[in-house]
């Protein structure tokens, strides 16, 4: 079975400044997709954003970045010029790609990470 | 706003009760998946539907069951509730089951067991 884990319980950063979530993960596939999901105080998870196994490509989206090392097994989320708006919980989640599997479909997530943005 | 639907917002209830979770998935959307989220356990995957059929079961208790109706909103039902049932459920929905189709999240149902 695949495992997340995400060796940060909290961190925090100053207003404008970048900071970087760490995550890890544990899979016999070469085939899969890897996620940073925000959970604000208001509770929704909301996809921040989205890494396919088999791209070499860091995904970028704005301010966030990823740092994916396929060979390590890492998958760390970086956010550049931080924001007040940027604190919340994150969640780093993987899924397989591979239909028919027990896995398939599901997300697995990390335990998650506090963020504290600081003005 | 993602779309997605879950009612109701808080419910609290008593141990050995039973109680049922609703959700209307984003519109357009057939699958449906439920989670649990405690503090001891994290996000916990329950269960996924697609079109009225169940497609896959992460670690869902026999108390717990759930289904998709014809109209796509799924209902998760616990029954013989436990203090440590209490926990954020989430559901969420995806266009298809392709794992490169996005989930979508509702703002889950607080569940508290007394």
């Known amino acids: 079975a695949q495992t997340v884990t995400q060796s940060q319980p909290e961190m925090s950063v100053q207003e404008a400044e970048t900071v970087t979530l760490s995550c890890t993960y544990d899979t016999s596939e070469s085939d899969y997709y890897l996620f940073w999901y925000k959970q604000p105080p208001s509770r929704q998870m909301i996809l921040v954003i989205r890494?396919?196994?088999?791209?070499?490509q860091n995904a970028t989206e704005n301010r966030f970045s990823v740092n994916f090392q396929k060979a390590a097994k890492s998958f760390s989320l970086k956010i550049s010029d931080s924001q007040l708006g940027d604190a919340a919980m994150y969640f780093c989640?993987?899924?397989?790609?591979?239909?028919?599997?027990?896995?398939?479909?599901?997300?697995?997530f990390g335990q998650g990470t506090i963020l504290t943005v600081h003005p | 706003d993602s779309g997605v639907t879950q009612t109701p917002k808080h419910l609290i209830t008593a141990t050995g009760q039973r109680v049922t979770l609703r959700c209307s998935p984003r519109?357009?959307?057939?699958?449906v998946y439920w989670y649990q989220q405690s503090l001891d356990q994290g996000l916990q995957f329950l269960i996924q539907?697609?079109?009225?059929?169940?497609?896959a079961k992460g670690n869902i208790l026999e108390r717990f069951s759930a289904q998709q109706f014809p109209d796509l909103h799924s209902e998760l039902n616990l029954s013989s509730l436990e203090l440590g049932d209490s926990a954020l459920y989430f559901c969420?929905?995806?266009?298809?089951?392709?794992?490169?189709?996005?989930?979508?999240f509702g703002n889950g149902t607080r569940l508290t067991v007394t």
């Open positions: 539907y697609y079109n009225g059929e169940e497609r």
């Open positions: 890494q396919e196994a088999y791209k070499q």
């Open positions: 969420a929905s995806s266009l298809g089951t392709a794992p490169n189709s996005p989930l979508h």
């Open positions: 989640a993987y899924r397989s790609a591979y239909a028919g599997g027990t896995s398939y479909g599901k997300l697995t």
């Open positions: 519109s357009g959307d057939l699958s």
